[in-house]
């Protein structure tokens, strides 16, 4: 975990040197809390940390002590929600953000990561800006459409309205699920091409959830066996785990093409790729059909 060490927070980072690792925790929790929910209230303190009333009350009135300006008590929720003047008060690490909400830990604390000497992830995905995150789980968390600016190859920057629902590490780069209001139709948008992003109050339409996306809904099971011009294929089974030379999965098929394309699995009708860049071939072709973005799949176009 890592603070912020501008001379503005100096007198803030001076106040958490006083604090206890566990008292800072919780307030790293709070401050995490808002950032990327827009609210957070005592019994989700209680809840996490199992603490008592009177430990939490001490706890958000040690963090209002350090940020007032960063939340408002409503009493209707009896919960402390976000202000427009919020800054966070802890640097939360974009890599372990995103893991920790890919991996079902989205309420937890992000700490840095700490690189091993022997251990090397050669793969880097670039992250989008923590404010950029923050500003798309905000509204996923609280079901509101967002207005954004965003830059595409085809159309360049335009302003769209979304209402997003999920955000999806596609292999290559972060993505967000969202209906798009200027298409009327689910897409995918890439993370880092956002430009800004404002909410948009005021609940959002039915059909504009994610149970109504019909690829994200739909499972579309994927059979991959060896490319069968691979000459040993007992290796590839080996790397995939696979029983009787096959690996079953299922997807949902708004990633399955990704899915595909990242496992550069060979989607042709004869298998007649280069077995230099596939080594893996789907054995169900007709699982294609239940997949709208299939050009992304080799073998496909």
């Not at 960063?70 to 009493?75: A, G, K, V, Y």
Request: proline letters at 3%.
């Amino acid at each position: 975990m890592e603070y912020h060490n501008n001379s503005i927070e100096l007198e803030i980072n001076k106040k958490l040197a006083e604090l206890t690792h566990a008292q800072k925790d919780r307030l790293a929790f709070i401050d995490f809390s808002l950032q990327f929910f827009g609210h957070v209230a005592r019994s989700d303190l209680i809840q996490r940390f199992r603490t008592g009333l009177a430990a939490s009350t001490r706890d958000f009135s040690a963090y209002k002590e350090l940020a007032p300006q960063n939340l408002i008590l409503r009493h209707q929720t009896k919960s402390y929600h976000r202000t427009e003047n919020f800054h966070a008060v802890f640097n939360h690490d974009p890599e372990v953000i995103l893991t920790s909400l890919s991996r079902g830990f989205g309420n937890g604390i992000s700490t840095g990561l700490q690189p091993s000497e022997q251990c090397f992830d050669a793969v880097r995905l670039i992250h989008p800006e923590v404010t950029i995150i923050a500003s798309i789980m905000r509204a996923i968390h609280n079901k509101q459409a967002i207005k954004c600016g965003y830059v595409s190859v085809s159309s360049g920057e335009t302003e769209r309205a979304l209402v997003p629902h999920s955000i999806v590490n596609n292999g290559h780069r972060w993505h967000v699920r969202a209906y798009d209001r200027k298409s009327n139709s689910f897409r995918d948008f890439v993370c880092t091409r956002f430009t800004f992003i404002e909410s948009i109050q005021g609940a959002v339409h039915v059909h504009e959830a994610s149970h109504y996306d019909q690829q994200w809904q739909q499972i579309v099971e994927i059979v991959l066996i060896p490319h069968p011009k691979i000459q040993h294929p007992k290796a590839i089974e080996m790397d995939y785990d696979m029983l009787d030379g096959k690996l079953t999965v299922q997807l949902r098929a708004a990633v399955a093409s990704y899915v595909l394309r990242q496992w550069q699995v060979d989607c042709s009708t004869q298998y007649d790729n280069s077995t230099s860049s596939c080594q893996l071939a789907l054995a169900n072709l007709d699982a294609l059909e239940l997949i709208e973005n299939i050009s992304l799949v080799s073998g496909t176009s």
